[in-house]
């Protein structure tokens, strides 16, 4: 059975750095073709996909963003950490971690995050 | 980027009537052999969930009145005969390049 649950700080200030992490169990990211992705909604509005991170390292950002993202994996402790740099209002969402890409069959519950002075 | 266009934003069907979802992209997002849409269900306060991949395969679970057809630039998800549960929002996702994009979802009223 795959499962993934985000975590996160839920609530920071503008300009700080927002780091998630999703931990995930089912499946291992050592297995060549997996991958998750993180993707983010605000409130009562669609989705939008902002980076995904494969088995083999290889990692894909959302051009609109790339400049403030990274992803990163522990394959070992079965975590992907995804930072997001110089937050602002705009960045107010629940933010969901999915696997496996291109297509994502599996999602976390999702965590709200509040960027607020 | 690949803009996806879903049509309508709203839909009120009887039920046990069928309800069409049209997702229209910017460009094709397809070859002769698949098309790179997918479909996804949120209900209020859940996460997406997925029902159709690579335009028309259904996904282990989904019932059969779901159903996904398309090529090219042009998707549509089928739902017939709807059923009270299919209260929803549903959102169409092309995995042909990065970014993946998602449409802006089409809210799906049973009355």
């Known amino acids: 059975q795959v499962t993934l649950k985000e975590s996160g700080p839920g609530i920071l200030q503008p300009s700080q750095t927002l780091s998630l992490t999703c931990s995930f169990s089912?499946?291992?990211?050592?297995?060549?073709?997996?991958?998750v992705g993180w993707i983010r909604q605000p409130s009562g509005k669609g989705l939008e996909w902002l980076a995904n991170i494969w088995w083999d390292d290889d990692k894909r950002y959302n051009p609109d963003l790339k400049s403030r993202l990274t992803i990163s994996k522990d394959t070992s402790s079965n975590q992907i950490i995804l930072k997001i740099a110089s937050v602002d209002t705009a960045d107010t969402a629940t933010y969901y971690c999915?696997?496996?890409?291109?297509?994502?069959?599996?999602w976390g519950q999702g965590t709200l995050v509040t960027v607020s002075a | 980027d690949i803009v996806l266009t879903q049509s309508p934003a709203s839909l009120v069907v009887s039920l046990g009537q069928r309800a069409t979802i049209s997702c229209r992209a910017s460009q094709s997002v397809s070859t002769s052999n698949y098309g790179y849409m997918h479909w996804y269900q949120q209900k209020s306060g859940q996460p997406p969930k997925l029902l159709i991949k690579?335009?028309?395969n259904l996904e282990s679970g989904v019932p059969a009145r779901f159903s996904g057809s398309g090529s090219g630039t042009d998707f549509t998800l089928n739902i017939n005969p709807v059923e009270e549960e299919d209260t929803a929002t549903y959102y169409c996702q092309d995995s042909w390049e990065i970014p993946y994009t998602f449409g802006g979802g089409t809210k799906l009223e049973i009355k």
């Open positions: 089912g499946f291992s990211l050592s297995t060549s073709g997996m991958g």
């Open positions: 690579y335009t028309s």
């Open positions: 999915a696997g496996t890409a291109p297509w994502f069959a599996y």
